[in-house]
């Protein structure tokens, strides 16, 4: 599987970004796909996934990022997006989406459970 993220950028606190994730050699329909993200000096954490639609397509978030982005896709497209809303300075990261043919029960919220990784895009929140 290859993956591609884009759609990164500077934008002031309050404001909106769409991150999306373009997917090759695997449809992402029928595996998990997860948004990560890592911010200078600190390890790589969770952010949101969402599961093959085999699995009802459910979505899970991180408590600091719950209320303010959504996780979804787009089949006809195989990408998948983050819509990340309400921006704050501590959301400043680099972000990265991954994919998975596992399969848990709630958040897949381990890095080390995705085998696949495209390329991180920079997020940059003015405060």
């Known amino acids: 599987v290859q993956l591609q993220a884009s759609g990164g950028g500077w934008v002031q606190a309050g404001g909106s970004l769409r991150l999306s994730c373009a997917a090759a050699?695997?449809?992402?329909?029928?595996?998990?796909t997860g948004w990560f993200r890592q911010a200078p000096g600190k390890e790589r954490e969770y952010v949101a996934d969402?599961?093959?639609?085999?699995?009802?397509?459910?979505?899970n978030y991180a408590d600091s990022v719950k209320g303010r982005f959504i996780i979804s896709r787009d089949t006809a497209k195989n990408t998948v997006y983050l819509q990340m809303n309400s921006l704050k300075s501590e959301d400043t990261a680099v972000y990265y989406c991954?994919?998975?043919?596992?399969?848990?029960?709630?958040?897949?919220?381990?890095?080390?459970?995705?085998?696949?990784w495209g390329q991180g895009t920079q997020v940059t929140v003015s405060s």
């Open positions: 969402i599961r093959r639609s085999g699995s009802g397509g459910t979505t």
């Open positions: 050699g695997r449809t992402l329909s029928r595996i998990t």
């Open positions: 991954a994919a998975t043919d596992r399969h848990v029960a709630g958040p897949m919220i381990r890095a080390d459970d995705y085998a696949y």
